[in-house]
């Protein structure tokens, strides 16, 4: 079995509620999941956590029409470094 393949949404889950989490609490387990995924496969083929956190910057602000707030790039880049590590801890390489 390959690393891609041991891949879990639940500690994207995690990742995702307690480093991101544009909503806030209260929202359903799968409402990051969609983004969650795409900032795995990302990182997974090689993108950097900038390019990460510029996407679910996007999110936040574009398609979530949230807007932007002071701290928003430090959370995304968190969340980016976050799933990286835990990629890492499935074998994936250490590039970024």
Do not use: C, H
């Not at 806030?24 to 995924?37: N, Q």
């Amino acid at each position: 079995m390959d690393a891609r393949s041991k891949i879990r949404l639940e500690p994207l889950r995690e990742i995702g509620f307690r480093d991101w989490d544009p909503i806030g609490g209260g929202v359903p387990a799968d409402e990051y999941d969609t983004y969650l995924r795409k900032a795995a496969g990302q990182i997974a083929n090689g993108g950097s956590d900038d390019a990460v956190a510029d996407y679910l910057v996007s999110v936040e602000v574009e398609e979530m029409g949230l807007g932007s707030v002071p701290d928003l790039q430090k959370r995304a880049l968190a969340v980016a470094s976050a799933i990286r590590s835990y990629l890492r801890s499935l074998g994936y390489p250490q590039s970024d």
